[in-house]
């Protein structure tokens, strides 16, 4: 179990993110279990790549919004919930990097060694766990983010797509640098 | 041999979903292996159960891609049973290719199944045409697959002088050495590339961070580099990690630097001295690399052989370290 300094060069802290659910947490974990249940019912073999690692606890950190993710991707007692920032529970290891970012590894556009390459995702604990819970989120069929986006109907596609239209313009503000 | 074959399209998938990736994004073939010491990818969480390669296998050739087998590790002494297993099982899943590196693996398939196509890997390290000739005379190889440490000019003199087919790298990890002789990694984890399979084992790397921002990565009890907060990272592997040495002031890239392979600018050149199929590597990497590297490639190889002048996507983003070279294949002198 570890637990690490912040990142400072992907900065940190709420920092006004326009797409941050203005949700106290209580509400937001009912459909953080309602998200993480369907998508364990319909990907039911993803857990195999995760081997002796799905028991562990992951802490993901969308560093710009104003809380974290913590995942236990166990099919026999699955967990995810938001948790504040300020006493983050114990977990195997702790995937940092922006919310944008983040979202595009679950669109499977993005891939994370070269968001890795370029320190704009941040790995601490335990590596092997980490490696595994990526193969195994590679490996759905539909990506994670579109099924998630498919929960909410029309909605949820368009709040998708606003968000792959906003990570796209980060990526080639980031290109144009 | 003749110039200007079509070389095919070598694509990696480290799951069932690169490979529908890879077969959609218009590769001609994908190499993948199963879930053990047999391939030189065998990390955990990665690879195909003998279910998932069956499935994949016909999702491949549905869409007219051929699939090729890595078995292309070492067996260690008196062991070689699992490769033969998994050599049966290839050849019963309608593989079109195994890749290998060692002559018993190659001698079984000669042996066993002689219309299953040999393909000679990379760890085998042939580049010279006597030993070329040898594989080809004993165990009946289709193709080598050539050391990243040959120019342009060399594969097309070489390429006269064999009787099989040559498949070159053209983008992904440059961690050359002598191919499928390294031994660092199993100086420090106690794994062997070349013989389990993993060279720099998740389970033995750490990444630690400081409040600076800087992170230093840790192989097994060594730390093998530190990155400043603004500076690119590299793969955890020991040829790619920075030393004190007395030569040198400070950190020192004693081996290779953190870089990829990029010979998108030599595609032309390669297609004129006869290569019939590039590679791509990288199973270990997601499919959305899969896809964008896939298809960046179909669309240059396309374009050339239709006589255009290619369109070369940018893909330093998916480059370790974020940096690129054409290798030896344009010059011995790289670094
Ligand atoms: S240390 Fe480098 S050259 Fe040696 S096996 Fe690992 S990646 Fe290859």
């Not at chain 1, 949700?23 to 364990?40: D, Q």
């Amino acid at each position: 179990m570890t637990s690490e300094p912040q990142s400072s060069r992907l900065g940190g802290g709420p920092g006004g993110f326009p797409f941050a659910p203005p949700l106290p947490l209580f509400l937001l974990n009912p459909i953080l279990k309602r998200i993480v249940h369907r998508i364990a019912v319909q990907n039911p073999d993803m857990f195999d790549r995760l081997g002796p690692h799905r028991h562990a606890y992951f802490l993901i950190d969308p560093v710009d919004i104003p809380f974290m993710l913590y995942l236990r991707p166990d099919p026999e007692a699955l967990d995810f919930r938001a948790v504040g920032r300020r006493n983050p529970p114990p977990h195997a290891a702790r995937i940092s990097g922006k919310f944008l970012d983040l979202l595009t590894l679950m669109d499977t556009e993005q891939d994370g060694d070269a968001l890795f390459f370029s320190r704009d995702l941040i790995v601490t604990g335990d590596t092997e766990a980490v490696v595994c819970l990526r193969n195994a989120l590679d490996d759905v069929d539909d990506p994670i983010a579109e099924s998630v986006a498919d929960m909410f109907g029309p909605p949820g596609r368009a709040a998708l797509n606003a968000l792959r239209r906003a990570a796209e313009n980060a990526q080639k503000r980031k290109g144009a640098k | 041999m003749n110039a200007m074959v079509k070389p095919e399209l070598i694509c990696p998938a480290g799951t069932p979903a690169a490979l529908r990736s890879a077969v959609d994004a218009g590769a001609d073939a994908v190499y993948c292996g199963y879930q053990n010491a047999t391939n030189a990818r065998n990390f955990v969480g990665l690879n195909f159960t003998p279910e998932e390669m069956e499935k994949s296998i016909r999702y491949a050739h549905d869409g007219g891609t051929k699939v090729l087998i890595t078995l292309n590790t070492f067996p260690p002494a008196g062991k070689v049973e699992l490769w033969k297993e998994m050599v049966d099982l290839s050849a019963r899943l309608g593989a079109d290719a195994c890749i290998v590196a060692d002559i018993a693996v190659a001698a079984y398939i000669r042996d066993t199944y002689p219309d299953l196509r040999i393909h000679l890997s990379v760890q085998a390290a042939a580049s010279s045409p006597e030993a070329i000739e040898y594989y080809v005379r004993e165990f009946g190889v289709k193709r080598v697959v050539l050391p990243r440490i040959m120019t342009v000019s060399e594969i097309r003199g070489l390429l006269k002088e064999i009787p099989c087919e040559v498949e070159t790298f053209i983008f992904g990890n440059h961690g050359l050495m002598v191919e499928g002789r390294c031994s660092l990694t199993n100086y420090v984890t106690g794994q062997s590339t070349n013989m389990d399979g993993a060279c720099s084992p998740a389970a033995c790397v750490k990444y630690e961070r400081a409040d600076d921002g800087s992170m230093s990565t840790i192989l097994g009890d060594y730390m093998i580099d530190r990155f400043g907060p603004e500076e690119t990272a590299g793969y955890p592997t020991i040829c790619k990690g920075r030393y004190k040495c007395d030569a040198r002031d400070g950190g020192y890239y004693a081996f290779e630097e953190p870089i990829s392979l990029n010979a998108s600018t030599m595609l032309p050149d390669l297609i004129n001295a006869g290569v019939h199929a590039f590679k791509i590597e990288g199973r270990q990497r997601s499919r959305a690399y899969v896809k964008k590297v896939v298809a960046a490639f179909r669309e240059a190889v396309d374009s050339i052989m239709a006589g255009q002048e290619p369109r070369l996507a940018d893909l330093v983003a998916l480059t370790e370290g974020q940096k690129q070279t054409e290798g030896a294949l344009k010059t011995k002198k790289w670094r």
